[in-house]
């Protein structure tokens, strides 16, 4: 059976000559888009494009197959546009997984707005940073940290410029006075939380080319995210987050961020949905709204 997210990429990876920007246009990781055209040419028998490290091009097979493709999706589309209404796909019920932290500090109000803009609309909240299994769990979308290489679902990148930082609050500074390299970490407390299972305590800094691993101690640990940024604020030791999760905490003056000439981690914000057919209207405004409120966060972060 032909995947209707596979026949719409190949469509437009034939427009665009180009697998790259296909999937740049999508929102995805071209090895996705490049899964999607091996489906389709496992479906239909065929080859559809001769492509090398160098160039892309439509196979004989693939040029006369292309218009059949894009009168497939004309059609669909004209069949949906004859369904619904302008509101049809901003009403109904949308389930969303977020983590904790994000999601109650940050996102909360951002669904809260769309909300009301969408009154027809209802939201369904599950905060947890246990990763939700998109195809087993009862959600639509969700947002998840992390680069994402798995091309059996749809990923819309939401700040992929995202890192984590070293913070604590400011009396814990005065009273500690911080690190003054990454190795002095291990004379301090650390705040560490559980990531995939495992204690995440062992913090990845850099500079100048240099990758500083660092295996820290804790006083507290914690399964929930949120609990180690709230440790932070009360001056209990060091943490290592998502920019993202402590920024406002930064802004107010909560917290103060630690060795800031060291980048941590890379940790992208995706949106991701089991299926191309699922990103709905609403799902594609909620994307839109999301990233809106998390780019101008990044300024500081990108301009240090």
């Not at 894009?70 to 949308?94: A, C, S």
């Not at 604590?168 to 995939?196: C, F, H, M």
């Not at 305590?201 to 101690?217: E, K, Q, Y």
């Not at 406002?248 to 890379?266: F, I, K, T, W």
């Amino acid at each position: 059976m032909l995947r209707l997210e596979d026949l719409t990429l190949f469509v437009r990876a034939a427009a665009l000559n180009s697998f790259s920007e296909a999937a740049r246009e999508a929102g995805l990781q071209p090895g996705q888009v490049s899964s999607a055209i091996k489906r389709l040419e496992t479906a239909l028998n065929i080859r559809l494009f001769a492509r090398s490290t160098r160039s892309l091009r439509l196979t004989p097979e693939g040029e006369a197959w292309l218009p059949f493709a894009q009168q497939m999706l004309d059609t669909l589309q004209k069949g949906l546009d004859k369904i619904r209404t302008p509101d049809d796909e901003v009403q109904g019920t949308l389930q969303i997984s977020v983590p904790s932290d994000l999601g109650r500090n940050l996102l909360l109000s951002v669904f809260q707005e769309f909300r009301r803009r969408h009154p027809a609309l209802r939201l369904r909240l599950l905060f947890s940073d246990r990763p939700a299994d998109v195809f087993k769990d009862p959600v639509d979308v969700a947002f998840r940290y992390g680069s994402n290489d798995d091309a059996s679902f749809i990923s819309l990148p939401v700040a992929p410029e995202n890192r984590r930082v070293l913070v604590a609050s400011p009396q814990w500074i005065a009273d500690n006075g911080g690190p003054k390299t990454p190795e002095d970490l291990v004379q301090y407390n650390a705040l560490t939380y559980v990531l995939r299972g495992r204690l995440f305590d062992r913090w990845t800094l850099s500079a100048n080319g240099v990758v500083h691993d660092i295996n820290v101690r804790s006083t507290f640990m914690s399964d929930d995210a949120e609990v180690i940024r709230r440790l932070a604020i009360a001056g209990e030791g060091i943490a290592f987050k998502s920019w993202l999760d402590v920024s406002e905490d930064v802004r107010a003056g909560r917290l103060s961020v630690l060795l800031p000439e060291y980048l941590g981690d890379n940790v992208p914000l995706n949106m991701i949905c089991p299926h191309r057919k699922q990103l709905s209207t609403a799902v594609r405004l909620l994307h839109e709204a999301v990233k809106a409120r998390c780019e101008p966060l990044l300024v500081p972060l990108l301009s240090n």
